[in-house]
């Protein structure tokens, strides 16, 4: 929940998130994006802490936040995709790339690897 903080919104949530993946849409284009939320129920700040070393190599670079216990709009691990999909149709996307963010590109790329 420490890492999704974007210029435009300076608070962990569903928003600041989704700056992430309009990014990585642009860098890269929709069919090399997709989204595998990593929340877990339970303590997933705990794990944040005891990995945060991992996280960034410079943490001087770092924007300044506070602590929180979950990003908000994705605190629930079984509400991530709702929420993630509510905001592409809210933003204009199609069915098509829709499908490919939330598995589709995932499938291909494993069925090309596998």
């Given at each position: 929940p420490?890492?999704?903080?974007?210029?435009?919104?300076?608070?962990?949530?569903?928003?600041?998130?989704?700056?992430?993946?309009t990014?990585?849409?642009?860098?890269?284009?929709?069919?090399?994006?997709?989204?595998?939320?990593?929340?877990?129920?339970?303590?997933?700040?705990?794990?944040?802490?005891?990995?945060?070393?991992?996280?960034?190599?410079?943490?001087?670079?770092?924007?300044?936040?506070?602590?929180?216990?979950?990003?908000?709009?994705?605190?629930?691990p079984?509400?991530?995709?709702?929420?993630?999909?509510?905001w592409?149709?809210?933003?204009?996307?199609?069915?098509?790339d829709?499908?490919?963010?939330i598995?589709?590109n995932?499938?291909?790329?494993?069925?090309?690897?596998?």
């Amino acid at each position: 929940p420490h890492t999704t903080l974007s210029q435009e919104h300076r608070e962990h949530s569903l928003e600041s998130v989704m700056d992430h993946f309009t990014y990585c849409v642009d860098l890269v284009g929709i069919d090399h994006v997709t989204f595998g939320p990593d929340t877990m129920f339970g303590d997933h700040v705990g794990v944040h802490k005891t990995y945060a070393g991992n996280y960034a190599q410079n943490r001087d670079a770092a924007p300044d936040h506070p602590n929180v216990a979950y990003v908000d709009g994705l605190e629930n691990p079984a509400e991530n995709f709702t929420n993630i999909v509510g905001w592409l149709v809210k933003h204009g996307y199609g069915d098509d790339d829709i499908s490919k963010v939330i598995g589709g590109n995932t499938l291909r790329v494993l069925d090309h690897v596998w």
